[in-house]
């Protein structure tokens, strides 16, 4: 069955209490003896809370749920205070109260629990106005999230080729299956969210991993996909309900005992759902409640990689053209340089690039505040292996699926086959030169934006090394601004990391062509019209590590 975001499958609910006082009764029915009742209905569209004698339904209080707050004053006993008249022929609004005696602590608190539920009730749905306007509110996802990110950000992932992208990437939907069925303890019998379901494919594994009930939460038109597809597969679909709406904006019929969730976006934060599944848990998950996967950790080292700063800085060379059709293109070559060089590069690279055994930074999932991350900041500190150029910082992610019977991981890391995540590097446009043993520090700070993504502000510093190097002090500096949600793409789909058995080992790519990961990525060379410099394979022969250019070359860039 589907439900819609904040539509009740049942229009009434009823409490039996032991009995109600008005605080400051206006009228001989302002206080009901017992056997009373609490009502809560929503008809017409417009909900509302009435206490009533069982057997009188004329005699009641009613409640305006818009204006009303829910106190306890012990374990079975409360005081509603809501704005109603003096006296019904009155137009002026006062503050009113009710006491009210529940017949235990238990009957108390599922009243508490149903007040919260029909008041977001009138939240979500707006208030009627006096005039017969509404007033909408809006979500925490609409506060944070620019309007025309969000409408572009639900059409993507609203169309069936790019959920066909995501379940093609078989090492992501294998590992999401193997987690799941592997760890059948943690999902029989039990009630699972899936939040931001897509197509409705982790619904469907927890329901082959036995759930008593998944409720599979979507926000963009694929919710009509996934139903679909969720019908198409009956023995599995009568334990699953599609909800097309944000996790934010929405409500379930109960707790969850586990969510599952594919939140994770280039370098883990892009895209922001990470913060939607925190707040998933906050409001869905019950205590002691599992999260899959459980944990994110974002790694980090610094590269080498002449070919790919080479690559970036031919761009630029676009703008160095002083007659351009009788136009001097030469004064904005220095923003088209910085500007090739604020995108994080995303593709697959040879492992053997990396200069420095990487770092990580960790991102518990089950305890993390949604608020801490809207700013993410990383201290970096690497001791170079090798003496090169360092051209920036290469990262990646993995996630943890912390199962009860098996523990699986699923990494982005190079040399692992790839993801349609690929990895991301971020390319200083100043490198900075590096002798093995030499400390790498710096910082990588993260500060989140409304159009879904991050901007990063990398800096790194080389320490000084050798004789006087125990006075301290920075021998180079060099930092960078990228926007997360703006990458150069190097790659189109998801490659073998292996070089084919047919592929020559000094093979030319040309540097405007998408090429395809490799074994070796310092044999696939970019062929650059870079002014007179032509990079030859002799260059290539140190089989560990790209060396540092010639002086001629460097004297060229």
Known sequence: ME????????????????????????????????????RFSADNGVEELRFLHESDAADFINVDLSTAQLFKLGPDRSVCIYEGSASDISKEKYSRGITIQFRNEEESRAFHCAFEQWKKEVIVQGITLPNGAVTDHKSKFDNK?????????????????????????????????AAVIENRADFFGRVVVDVGAGSGILSLFAAQAGAKHVYAVEASEMAEYARRLIAGNPSLGERITVIKGKVEEVELPEKADILISEPMGTLLVNE???????IARDRFLLP??????????????????????????????????????????????????QGYFSQPVVDAFDPRLLVAPAIFHVIDFTEIKEEELYEIDIPLKFIASVGTRVHGLACWFDVLF??????????????????????????????????????????LRMVAHNAQSYTIYLTLSAKMWGPGAEQGGILQ??????????????????????????QQPHQLIHAQR???????????????????VHIQSEDLEEPELIQPPSQNLEAQL
């Open 272 to 278: 922001r759902m990470l913060e939607s599944y925190v």
């Open 3 to 38: 439900v819609s975001a904040g539509q009740k499958q049942n229009k009434h609910q009823q409490f039996a209490l032991a009995s109600i006082t008005d605080l400051y009764p206006s009228s001989p029915s302002s206080s009901l003896a017992s056997p009373v009742v609490a």
């Open 145 to 177: 999230i620019e309007a025309s990110s969000a409408k572009m950000y639900f059409h993507y992932y609203g169309q069936l080729l790019h959920q066909q992208n995501m379940l093609q990437d078989y090492v992501r939907t294998g590992t999401y299956y």
């Open 288 to 337: 002691n409640g599992k999260m899959f996967p459980t944990v994110g950790r974002m790694h980090m080292a610094p590269f080498s990689d002449e070919y790919l700063f080479i690559e970036i800085a031919n761009k630029a060379l676009f703008w160095q053209q002083q007659n351009y059709y009788g136009v001097d293109l030469t004064p904005l070559y220095g923003s088209a340089f």
């Open 477 to 502: 500096t060099s930092s960078c601004k990228l926007d997360l949600k703006e990458p150069y793409y190097r790659m189109s789909q998801p490659q073998a990391y292996a070089m084919a058995q047919d």
């Open 402 to 443: 912390n199962g009860s019977t098996v523990q699986r991981w699923l990494t982005t890391a190079p040399g692992a086959p790839t993801t349609h995540w690929y990895q991301l590097r971020c390319v200083l446009s100043q490198p900075l030169y590096v002798m093995a043993g030499q400390e790498i520090t710096g910082r």
């Open 514 to 532: 998408l090429h395809q990961p490799s074994e070796n990525l310092k044999r696939q060379v970019l062929s650059m019209k870079l002014e007179d």
